[in-house]
Every structure is written in structure tokens, then in C-alpha cells.
């Protein structure tokens, strides 16, 4: 592992095979009476957030927590930034204070990365998503639940290696569609992206995914269907008709996900817009994993800072030694 995680394209395979393992061994803390390793004690983690987020951020928090590290939040919102302070003076405070991590959701697209590479700070920078740009550890933990459910069925795996997964919708805007896609590639997936050709990005024929304007083609030979919400906050001109007519086409609705072999999962990055990119009948699925993302979240995070702030021995050894 590096010193900091900004870019799905920072993992290896084998980066990306081990946070995956090490999620598994946290995910078996969740079921213990006392849900906490003394494997990060006396470290800070902190969490850096000027956009507003309610998953993400609670998710870093409760992982830096299971883990006994302290947790400093720090919201843009009442802060000195809304008061014109900039990055470099808010990094060298949180230096001053001690941070072993920063976790930073920012809307400028390359914050993170100015933040790991300008010197201000001394602690690993992990992205938890920046503008349009990346959120990597959503990416580690949708492949995570990826393999879980698809252990479930039967299918050993340690990676995703043949599996074919289509993401679907607002990719021009999706961060977590760049990462997943860079993600399930370095782990062997074939990826394909499906979208109105308004939200497809410019240069996308040179990601490593297949695009296609047809949802109806791809979904009888996907093992999993990642619906991604339409971002209206960040859209700024009319991308496509109407509402029921982007529903009509790319919605996934009972009719669709019947089409799926009957193993694929339907997944969701949340928060989700029901009606518009998912029905109700679909979200409340046995077949939806969006609250399963949720609880993975978690164990996923707890690898990713234990690796980074903790050593690269198996998580049941360090506790064993404690």
C-alpha cells in the first residue's frame, strides 16, 4: 500500500485483493459483542468535509472509531473556510493538531491530490470523493460486496476476474463511475457503461469499459447492474427531455431486473431517486444491495485506514498481540 489512497489507478491488483481480504477479516468484528480493535490507539483521524455528505462521512467516522483512533470532524459549513480561509492554511492547522489521516471530501476536482503531494501535511490523505473526479473506497467497497454476494452463490473468487458489470446512468458526472470502472478492471471485470449519449464524457473510448446506449441489450448478461442517481445539483443544462422519458430508457424497474440471470445483483450508491433511476419494487429487493453498501462501507474503511496507519500484518494477528 501507499502512503495515501486519491485514485482507484493508485491500487495494484494485489493492493486492491488485499484491502478486500482485510475487509473480510474486519467484517467478522461487526458480529462480536465489542465491535473495536486497539489497532489505531493514540492515532487522529480526521475528517476533512466541504461537501455536504451523511454516508460517506459517517462511514470514515465509524471505521476510524472500531479501529480506537480519535476522530476529529471538521465541516466547511461554520468553519473558517466559509470565511475565506484556504486549503493550505486549514491543512496546516489540522498538521499542527496532530493528524495521522485526513479523510477529504472536496467539490474541486484534484484537492486531494494537492493536499498528498504540496508538503502542507505529514499523515496519509484518503479521497472520499472529489468534484466529478474520484471516491475510491466506494469503488473497494461496491467490489467488495460484489464478491460476497457472488461467494454467495456458490462462485469462489477472490477477485472479480470474467465477472461482467454494467454501470448505468449519469457517468459524466459520477465519481464513483471512474472509479469503479478503473477498479473492476485492475481486478479483472468486464465493465460496461450505460448512459444517454448527453452523459457519456468526452474521451471515454479510452477507459478500460465498453460503452453502450441500449440498457435493454446489456442486462441478460450482467452479473451486476450499478444504478448511479442523476445529480441534479451538478447539472447546469437540460441533458435529456423529461424526467419519465430518462426513466423510461435507462430506469430499472421489476420488467428490466427480471431480464438479469438470476444470480446478478442490482446495486446503488445512494442516496437513490426513486421513481427516476430505480423503482421502489427494485430498491426494496432481496436482489438490491444499497443498505448491504452501507454496512460494507464500513469494514471496507477500517481496511483501508488499517492499512494505511497500521501495519501490513494481518488484522487478527495485530489483535492477537494486543
Not at 90 to 108: C, E, K, N, S
Not at 195 to 215: K, M, N, Q
Not at 244 to 269: Q, S
Request: hydrophobic share 40%; proline share 5%; charged share 25%.
Amino acid at each position: 500500500m501507499k502512503r495515501h489512497l486519491i485514485s482507484a489507478t493508485d491500487l495494484s491488483h494485489d493492493d486492491a485483493v488485499l484491502i478486500l481480504d482485510t475487509a473480510e477479516e474486519m467484517g467478522r468484528i461487526a458480529d462480536r459483542p465489542i465491535k473495536k480493535l486497539p489497532t489505531l490507539r493514540g492515532r487522529t483521524v480526521v475528517n476533512l468535509f466541504f461537501e455536504d455528505s451523511t454516508r460517506t462521512r459517517i462511514s470514515f467516522e465509524a471505521a476510524a472509531k472500531r479501529l480506537s483512533a480519535d476522530v476529529i470532524n471538521f465541516s466547511a459549513k461554520g468553519s473558517s473556510v466559509s470565511k475565506g480561509e484556504s486549503l493550505k492554511d486549514t491543512a496546516l492547522t489540522l498538521q499542527a493538531m496532530g493528524a495521522d489521516a485526513v479523510v477529504i471530501r472536496h467539490h474541486d476536482s484534484g484537492a486531494p491530490h494537492r493536499l498528498a503531494t504540496s508538503g502542507w501535511i505529514g499523515g496519509s490523505v484518503v479521497n472520499a470523493g472529489d468534484g466529478t473526479h474520484e471516491h475510491p473506497t466506494q469503488a473497494l467497497l461496491d467490489a467488495y460486496t460484489i464478491r460476497r454476494r457472488l461467494a454467495a452463490s456458490g462462485a469462489a473468487c477472490t477477485d472479480l476476474a470474467g465477472r461482467r458489470i454494467t454501470i448505468v446512468g449519469d457517468i459524466l458526472h459520477s465519481r464513483v463511475a471512474r472509479s469503479n470502472v478503473q477498479l473492476l478492471h485492475t481486478l479483472g471485470a468486464e465493465v460496461t457503461v450505460v448512459a444517454p449519449p448527453t452523459l457519456v464524457p468526452i474521451g471515454v473510448e479510452h477507459w478500460p469499459c465498453a460503452v453502450s446506449y441500449d440498457l435493454d441489450a446489456v442486462l441478460p448478461k450482467s452479473d451486476a447492474v450499478m444504478m448511479l442517481r442523476v445529480q441534479r445539483e451538478r447539472m447546469n443544462a437540460a441533458y435529456f427531455p423529461t424526467e419519465r422519458e430518462y426513466a423510461r430508457r435507462y430506469g430499472l424497474d421489476g420488467d428490466r431486473m427480471g431480464r438479469m440471470p438470476g444470480h446478478a445483483v442490482v446495486m446503488h450508491p445512494g442516496p437513490m431517486n426513486r421513481g427516476m433511476e430505480i423503482t421502489a419494487e427494485v430498491a426494496d429487493s432481496p436482489r438490491c444491495t444499497a443498505v448491504e453498501q452501507v454496512t460494507n462501507g464500513v469494514s471496507v474503511r477500517m481496511a483501508v485506514l488499517y492499512l494505511l496507519l497500521g501495519g501490513a500484518e494481518p488484522a487478527a494477528t495485530k489483535e492477537t498481540h494486543e
